[in-house]
């Protein structure tokens, strides 16, 4: 998909990097980051694995909320975690990556559009729900054992899938829509949030979950390392 000069393709979105975002203050409550693999009760694909493995962790409380979300699919159904805590280099790696190709795929556009436009896909490090361990990239797994067709592939740019990444596109199937409502519904149940820009991503904990759910403050703040 082209975009027109300076388009802007979420309109009515909340963004990542949104003022009022970054205003919402962080009072962290210490969790731990736990590995997805070693609880062996969720499925986990390793399409976005690091050396380090930090894409299986998340925080004890997200955690808990994925096991609810996953008790709460019909039956036979399950989550595939694609990706939950990012460190804040590899966050900065991705967010540089978008920069480059939103300026190679627009080169009249001006930095600053550049970066905005790159910012409605992925936070700058700072403001990153998954630097923060609360965040998670998730999927379907059908009861035949296969993944369920979500209507884009997880991690489909606005541009590349023509919009059809926003949770509520209407540019998908009919099938596809009714995979985003069962996820949805499980996730909402269990107490996350969903940035509109991404069907998979999800969130708790964060600042984004806080802003959304109305909350004072967000419960998990960037974690520098694993360590």
């Known amino acids: 998909m082209d975009l027109p000069h300076g388009e802007d393709l979420s309109s009515g979105i909340v ?18 980051l736990v590995d997805l693999r070693a609880v062996g009760r969720l499925d986990v694909d390793d399409r ?8 299986a962790r998340v925080r004890t409380g997200t955690l808990e909320r994925l096991l609810a979300a996953q008790r709460a699919l019909p039956s036979g159904y399950r989550l595939v975690v694609v990706e939950g805590y990012r460190p804040p280099a590899l966050q900065r790696q991705y967010f540089e990556e978008h920069v480059a190709f939103l300026r190679d795929r627009y080169p009249t556009w001006s930095a600053g559009e550049v970066r905005s436009q790159a910012a409605q896909y992925i936070s700058a490090p700072m403001l990153a729900p998954h630097t923060t361990g609360g965040a998670v990239d998730v999927t379907l797994r059908a009861p035949d054992g296969g993944l369920c067709w979500m209507g884009t592939e997880v991690n489909a740019s606005p541009q590349e899938s023509d919009c059809a990444c926003y949770t509520s596109a209407d540019n998908i199937g009919h099938e596809s829509r009714a995979h985003r409502l069962m996820l949805g519904s499980a ?7 969903n940035y509109p820009g991404k069907w998979w991503h999800w969130s708790f904990g964060d600042r984004y979950w806080a802003f959304m759910a109305d909350k004072p403050f967000a419960l998990y703040g960037p974690v520098a390392s694993m360590s």
């Open 187 to 193: 996730l909402v149940a269990a107490g996350f949030v």
């Open 48 to 55: 976005q694995a690091d050396a380090d493995g930090a894409f």
């Open 15 to 32: 963004l990542l990097d949104d003022e009022r975002i970054a205003a919402v203050p962080v009072k962290d409550c210490g969790e731990s």
